[in-house]
């Protein structure tokens, strides 16, 4: 392997041809632009678009569990990529060729969980990919995959560096990369959504040692901008408010900037109240301290679990005779906020909704929210009667009575006991797919989800709970549900007879150690986790009983949820009516829509006659000077391109399983690629282990 600096000067091309040839950083740029300036493949011969290579990664699960979500790297003619479990690899990028593996797993004991790529840094002397395995951000040699030594402690840094002795115990990872800037590497985190959770500080971890440069507390402590907007000792015990999607960086002015997450715990706010800074915000940070230079909050005091999903992208706004260099960030409501890059300034109107109170004990919901007047969204934002599902008879009859009692038809409508339905969803609405931006004409590319969810909140503390019960709905129902019967997918497993699967002693080490999609709960001590265990066994005793006063004293927070429920017709497709997956090109400099268009099938519904739906997605678009927008993205398993200009699907290509990641694109030796991983495991659909390469023929 030759280093990318060195490479521009051997072959005497300049650094910027090296970099149309590259896809040197998430996403494929540090702008987050999702573009590509190819254009070998183009609208008059993407039909002729066929598989150059396919690798197996290999570490995926039989049981649709495992996924691939990683957007991989390609530096002169090397890809970079990760496995279903984390194992990370470098191929020839031209033939599919294996060159190296790293397997963590040979050094750590950790659990199967995802990774959306890796990031390169490269000196005079040496070539680095970091990327993070559990609670640890690791350094590799580019060349050879092994450990770098001198980098923190043998080649890694712990993910909770920085955040207090408190959250040492809790579950802190990092599933999407950093960006680095000179000789730092900034990167956010992944926490926990529940009661008990880290807090989600930004920091910047030196490239050669790994020691940490500068800290940005999320949650401010006091004297910092923003500690009013919580209780007053939040700082010490509060977590959330997380940057988990990735960041952008403008290396121009050395700005990063950073989207976070929702406050712990997501849906109910009592010990929280305020408007919570720093979460669901987009942070302009100065990338060489970590010092503000301006925010702004999208979602205040959030109960929606409304995170801003992906990096914002550095777009240019034509306005009269000026361009007006701004940051465009979507969100999972559907939205797009536009802001002047330098000051924050928004760059459309944007209006004050009103939002309705909270019924939930102790909760304080927001008086109001902020949404954009332009552009306009790019799903649906209300379920109403006339959104449901028109199918069939059958499927718009099931929806209407399962909507009795349910509460809807309102912008942020809070959590209830009730039950409220989500719209945009908890997935959006945008998602961590990205949006893709074409600079040439001013366009961005989005794809998003248009499926409802059910949002029931349940007391811990009605009537007579046993500590353990207690214990378990504080902790535990969140994902496996109230009545332990899991979330139906497979992904959250039932817990009812699990004394006739595990033995008490394996149920222990999964609550200490966590495994797979389940985090560690260090946090607890042994006698919580003795009585959790208890309820499960159904080995408690009359005195594990209390009444439910004092349960509440026990729990502290006074709900917990049944779980993330979507809302599907009595067949199992969405609720509302079609379509339920969609890419849409949105005009930034007009502020107005180009087109949208159905993204993915159902060839069954087809069939029927119904027009076609479009599917949940997950993944994003690339679009390219050759005039297509690249995406995988759908439930049915295809990747596709489409005409950037009118949105006419222009070729597809059914994967062995779902891709769902965003596909990267470059070229070797004159010659264009599309790659795609396609690892599955999403929305019920069987897992794999393929990366595969698109060329002409």
Same mark, same amino acid.
């Given at each position: 392997?030759?280093?990318? *600096? ?23 740029? %540090? ?22 290579? +396919? @690798? ?10 495992? +996924?691939? +979500? ?11 990529? &990760? ?18 593996? $790293? ?32 609670? $640890? ?6 060349? *050879? ?12 840094? !712990? ?11 809790? !579950?802190?990872?990092? !599933?999407?990369?950093?960006?680095? @800037? ?25 490239v050669v040692s790994g020691k940490v440069e500068w800290i940005f507390h999320t949650i401010p402590r006091p004297g910092e901008f923003g500690y009013d907007t919580w209780p007053k000792d939040a700082y010490k015990n509060r977590g959330g408010a997380n940057s988990w999607a990735g960041m952008t960086l403008d290396e121009s002015t050395g700005i990063v900037y950073i989207p976070t997450g929702s406050a712990a715990f997501d849906f109910w706010g009592g010990h929280r109240l305020g408007e919570n800074l720093f979460a669901n915000s987009l942070l302009a940070l100065n990338a060489a301290t970590g010092e503000r230079i301006w925010h702004y909050q999208t979602v205040r005091h959030d109960l929606w679990d409304k995170d801003l999903p992906a990096p914002p992208n550095l777009v240019q706004i034509n306005r009269g005779d000026s361009t007006i260099a701004a940051v465009a960030q979507i969100t999972k409501s559907g939205r797009v906020f536009v802001f002047d890059r330098a000051n924050g300034t928004p760059l459309f109107p944007i209006e004050e909704v009103e939002v309705p109170p909270s019924t939930l004990l102790g909760e304080e919901a927001w008086l109001s929210q902020p949404l954009p007047l332009s552009p306009p969204p790019f799903s649906r934002q209300i379920f109403t009667e006339e959104e449901v599902t028109n199918i069939s008879p059958e499927a718009t009859a099931y929806v209407t009575s399962k909507l009795k009692g349910l509460k809807y038809g309102q912008k942020f409508m809070p ?21 893709? $931006?074409?600079?040439? =004409? ?13 949002? &029931? ?16 709905? *504080? ?8 009545? %332990?019967?899991?979330?139906? &997918? ?32 260090? +946090? ?10 208890? $309820? ?22 006074? @709900? =917990? &949820? ?14 509302? %009516? ?67 200009? *009118? ?19 470059? !070229?070797?030796?004159?010659?264009? @690629? ?24």
């Amino acid at each position: 392997m030759v280093f990318s *600096t060195l490479l521009a000067c051997s072959t005497g091309q300049s650094s910027d041809q090296v970099a149309e040839e590259n896809w040197p950083a998430y996403l494929g740029s %540090k702008g987050s632009s999702q573009y590509s300036a190819l254009e070998q493949i183009n609208k008059e011969n993407v039909r002729n678009l066929q598989p150059a290579w +396919q @690798y197996r990664a290999g570490g995926h699960s039989e049981n649709g569990k495992s +996924q691939i +979500q990683c957007n991989p790297l390609i530096i002169d003619g090397i890809l970079y990529g &990760t496995s279903p479990d984390l194992k990370a690899f470098a191929l020839n990028a031209a033939t599919g060729e294996q060159l190296w593996v $790293y397997d963590p797993h040979k050094d750590f004991k950790i659990g199967v969980s995802v990774n959306r790529g890796l990031v390169h840094w490269a000196s005079a002397s040496e070539a680095r990919l970091f990327y993070s395995v559990g609670s $640890y951000l690791l350094a590799l040699d580019a060349n *050879t995959g092994e450990r770098i030594k001198d980098f923190g402690k043998d080649g890694k840094v !712990s993910l909770k560096e920085g955040l207090g002795d408190w959250a040492q115990d809790f !579950s802190v990872s990092s !599933s999407t990369p950093g960006v680095i @800037y000179e000789d730092k590497l900034i990167v956010g985190t992944r926490v926990s959504e529940s009661k008990d959770a880290a807090p989600g500080y930004i920091r910047a971890f030196n490239v050669v040692s790994g020691k940490v440069e500068w800290i940005f507390h999320t949650i401010p402590r006091p004297g910092e901008f923003g500690y009013d907007t919580w209780p007053k000792d939040a700082y010490k015990n509060r977590g959330g408010a997380n940057s988990w999607a990735g960041m952008t960086l403008d290396e121009s002015t050395g700005i990063v900037y950073i989207p976070t997450g929702s406050a712990a715990f997501d849906f109910w706010g009592g010990h929280r109240l305020g408007e919570n800074l720093f979460a669901n915000s987009l942070l302009a940070l100065n990338a060489a301290t970590g010092e503000r230079i301006w925010h702004y909050q999208t979602v205040r005091h959030d109960l929606w679990d409304k995170d801003l999903p992906a990096p914002p992208n550095l777009v240019q706004i034509n306005r009269g005779d000026s361009t007006i260099a701004a940051v465009a960030q979507i969100t999972k409501s559907g939205r797009v906020f536009v802001f002047d890059r330098a000051n924050g300034t928004p760059l459309f109107p944007i209006e004050e909704v009103e939002v309705p109170p909270s019924t939930l004990l102790g909760e304080e919901a927001w008086l109001s929210q902020p949404l954009p007047l332009s552009p306009p969204p790019f799903s649906r934002q209300i379920f109403t009667e006339e959104e449901v599902t028109n199918i069939s008879p059958e499927a718009t009859a099931y929806v209407t009575s399962k909507l009795k009692g349910l509460k809807y038809g309102q912008k942020f409508m809070p959590p209830s006991t009730e039950g409220t339905v989500i719209l945009p969803g908890f997935d959006g609405g945008g998602e961590w797919g990205g949006a893709a $931006y074409d600079a040439s =004409t001013g366009l961005l590319y989005v794809n998003a989800n248009e499926m409802p969810w059910i949002l &029931t909140m349940v007391p811990t503390n009605s009537g007579k709970l046993s500590l353990g019960n207690a214990a378990y709905l *504080t902790n535990c129902a969140m994902c496996h549900g109230p009545e %332990k019967n899991g979330d139906g &997918t497979g992904a959250y497993p039932s817990l009812v007879n699990l004394d006739s699967r595990l033995l008490r002693e394996e149920v222990a080490e999964l609550i200490s150690n966590g495994k797979g999609r389940m985090p560690a709960f260090k +946090q607890l001590n042994t006698e919580v986790k003795e009585q959790i265990i208890d $309820y499960l066994f159904s080995t408690e005793k009359p005195e594990d009983f209390q009444n439910s006063g004092a349960t509440a004293n026990v729990n502290e927070v006074p @709900y =917990t &949820t049944t779980g993330y429920n979507r809302f599907f017709d009595e067949e199992g497709y969405p609720a509302i %009516k079609p379509p339920w997956g969609t890419l849409s090109a949105i005009n930034l400099n007009k502020g107005t829509m180009e087109w949208t268009v159905p993204l993915g099938e159902f060839t069954e519904l087809t069939e029927r006659g119904i027009p076609q739906t479009g599917t949940e997605n997950y993944g994003g678009p690339v679009v390219t000077a050759g005039g297509l927008v690249f995406i995988a993205a759908s439930k049915d398993e295809h990747i596709r391109a489409f005409d950037k200009d *009118t949105g006419e699907e222009l070729w597809k290509y059914k994967l062995p399983v779902g891709g769902y990641a965003t596909p990267a694109i470059y !070229s070797v030796e004159g010659k264009q @690629y599309v790659v795609i991983a396609a690892g599955g495991g999403k929305m019920g659909t069987p897992s794999g282990d393929y990366y595969i390469a698109f060329a002409l023929d």
